[in-house]
């Protein structure tokens, strides 16, 4: 939305925002509950920012990425402030909290668990002030890219609401599809990030990079069973109150595992945090569900109070009370800091096309720092309108509709019916298994057989026939080959990177090897993803 | 485990309304939109229904009618006793659950 925004106010006369589900209502953003890191605090600057992103990213973050992150997010924070989106106030500035990784106190927010959704509904409000300049279009569900000369001048579609196939012709294009958590069953996104604009993006002709690092977070909610709420959470609130991690057997344990002791502050990285949990499960230490335990009991009913506001009513109508209660947590897909591979104005490899938010790769390095993930979205998004605009201006070869029919054929191809959301669940219980937060090389080459059974199964063309509105079973098989194509690239990445750093621990290669201090760029050829 | 048993209303526009019955178990605390995808995976892959977030109530796109009252499936808990499910009474119809919610001037007509 910040990038529709952006082209029209450089220019753009037309721009066409196009979404899989409800505009501004699916993806990462709307699920972001916590808070925003950007330097706009009184003595903090974007270098300071930048310094702490690029110790998060050990080594692989591109400097001149992770800056524009840095000093273009602050100025959008700033935007953002005056678009009314509400960032809760401390004195004559905004309230902050100093979250891990961080310098000082960086991450703004707008109230209890509302950041997120605030700053979805900001920009849309702002996309729909910007006026008929940007046409919105939800339950679009983009399937290919349209390519004539080794340029991107379009795509094709499949319409959602009424399962009709689309073409769509721009002189530029910008992929804002966020992520791949959905390849995990475990995510903390929402379920429409399976990859799309990975897919997309290398079917086009485009380089990803560093496609191994998939961030799990820590803290996500395991049990009880808890619903309406967003599972991570738990998070800033552990920031505020110093939530202490315990094992099975309630004892801490995060120092055993390397990270320091905790001391009632909440200072561990979540890479770090990760491995500490999963170490102390797998050395039969878990709580009863297969986490760690997370406990406030140590505070007074006030300050829970105080601290959770109405969230604390939303626990008790779950049946939890934190003065007496525990709740169980672990590791969950949260972000991928690997992706597209754009050069600073947002640009990939193939003219036409450009790439925002999440599904850019190179600004976060092994580890994200936390935060940083609606900041980037933002500014990224700002810098991606503004090429879209220039690219615009200087006008693009007019789009061939046959260079659509290929992907036009597979929208209305009609296969024999299979589950496809039995295959979903199948692939996500290939990653969890196998290429989640620690791999080995056996388990990786396990990964990849089943990826390559799963993918025989699924077939060459859709089940059933075309032009059925909200068809969920043939949409699970056009997203199937994309999250196919996506975790493919994912284990692929992680069996080249014989080392550990971040977010990727391999347990055979467990330790970070100057020789590894590289990005791992991976294209498609001939189908398949391959290493560059 | 408790055992709840879901009427869900099926078919299309201009289709003769029925109710598949699907029996399944569950944990308690499971919300109906738990339920649904689950049906999914194990029963009914065709099986139409709205959704975007993972049980937050984020997106508000899983309303619909429980016993006759409008519900969002993520925040409705299973029950271990029939329960009937129907598209919203006041929008157009899609197709089982699914039903037109997208703002009129973000539609593709």
Not at chain 1, 353 to 378: F, K, P, Q
Not at chain 2, 43 to 66: G, H, Q, S, V
């Amino acid at each position: 939305m910040y990038a529709a925004i952006e082209a029209v106010r450089q220019g753009a006369a037309s721009v066409l925002l196009l979404d899989r589900s409800l505009i501004g209502r699916g993806g990462a953003t709307v699920m972001a509950q916590m808070t925003v890191a950007a330097a706009v605090g009184p003595g903090d600057d974007w270098r300071h920012h930048l310094a702490d992103t690029l110790t998060a990213g050990r080594g692989l973050c591109d400097p001149a990425l992770a800056a524009l992150l840095c000093e273009v997010g602050a100025e959008c924070i700033l935007e953002m402030d005056r678009w009314k989106v509400g960032w809760a106030r401390a004195g004559n500035g905004f309230a902050s909290v100093q979250a891990p990784g961080h310098d000082r106190a960086r991450c703004v927010y707008v109230d209890f668990l509302s950041t997120g959704p605030a700053v979805s509904k900001a920009l849309r409000a702002q996309v729909q002030r910007v006026g008929d300049a940007i046409r919105r279009v939800g339950e679009v569900l983009v399937t290919d890219l349209v390519v004539q000369d080794g340029r991107v001048t379009g795509a094709v579609a499949l319409h959602v609401a009424s399962g009709a196939a689309l073409t769509v012709a721009a002189p530029a294009t910008i992929i804002a599809t966020g992520g791949l958590t959905r390849l995990y069953a475990r995510n903390s996104a929402s379920a429409n990030m399976s990859g799309d604009g990975y897919a997309l993006a290398l079917r086009a002709g485009a380089t990803l990079l560093d496609m191994e690092f998939v961030q799990f977070f820590p803290i996500g909610h395991l049990a009880p069973r808890l619903i309406g709420m967003d599972p991570i959470m738990w998070d800033p609130f552990r920031y505020k109150l110093g939530g202490r991690l315990l094992n099975g057997a309630m004892q801490e344990f995060v120092g055993r595992w390397g990270g320091d002791a905790e001391n009632g502050t909440y200072s561990t990285t979540r890479d770090l945090a990760t491995y500490a949990i999963t170490k102390e499960v797998e050395a039969g230490r878990g709580s009863p569900s297969g986490g760690a335990w997370l406990s406030f009991t140590h505070v007074p009913a006030a300050e829970l109070r105080a601290a959770f506001g109405p969230v604390i009513d939303r626990l008790a109508a779950n049946g939890i009370d934190l003065t007496r209660d525990c709740i169980e947590v672990s590791p969950i897909a949260h972000y991928h800091m690997g992706g597209v591979r754009v050069d600073t104005a947002m640009r990939t490899d193939v003219p036409g096309l450009l790439c925002a938010g999440e599904a850019v790769g190179g600004a976060n390095g092994a580890n994200r720092l936390s935060g940083n993930a609606i900041t980037e979205a933002l500014a990224f998004g700002r810098l991606a309108g503004a090429e879209a605009a220039r690219q615009v201006a200087e006008g693009a070869p007019a789009f061939d509709v046959a260079a659509a029919r290929p992907a036009l054929a597979l929208l209305a191809a009609e296969g024999p019916a299979v589950n496809t959301a039995a295959l979903v669940a199948r692939l996500q219980h290939i990653m969890a298994a196998d290429v989640g937060p620690f791999r080995t090389a056996e388990g990786l080459a396990r990964a990849a057989a089943a990826l390559a059974t799963l993918r025989a199964e699924v077939g060459e063309d859709p089940p059933g026939t075309p032009g059925l509105a909200h068809d969920l079973a043939r949409q699970d098989w056009l997203d199937l080959r994309q999250m196919l194509l996506v975790a493919e690239s994912v284990v692929v990445a992680a069996t080249a990177r014989t080392e550990s750093r971040g977010a990727h621990q391999r347990e055979d290669f467990p330790e970070m090897s100057a020789a590894w201090e590289r990005n791992l760029p991976l294209r498609l050829r001939a189908g398949v993803p391959e290493l560059a | 485990m408790p055992t709840t048993t879901l009427h869900i209303r099926r078919g299309g526009p201009g289709e003769a309304p029925r109710h598949d019955v699907f029996e399944l178990a569950f944990e308690p605390g499971e919300s109906v939109l738990d339920a649904l995808r689950r049906l999914r995976v194990t029963d009914d892959p065709t099986l139409a229904f709205r959704y975007a977030c993972l049980n937050a109530n984020a997106c508000k796109e899983c309303m619909m009618l429980l016993d006759g009252k409008v519900v969002y499936a993520c925040t409705a808990r299973l029950e271990a006793r029939d329960m009937r499910l129907d598209p919203l009474p006041n929008k157009t119809l899609l197709r089982d659950l699914a039903t037109v919610i997208a703002p009129p001037d973000e539609r593709l007509d």
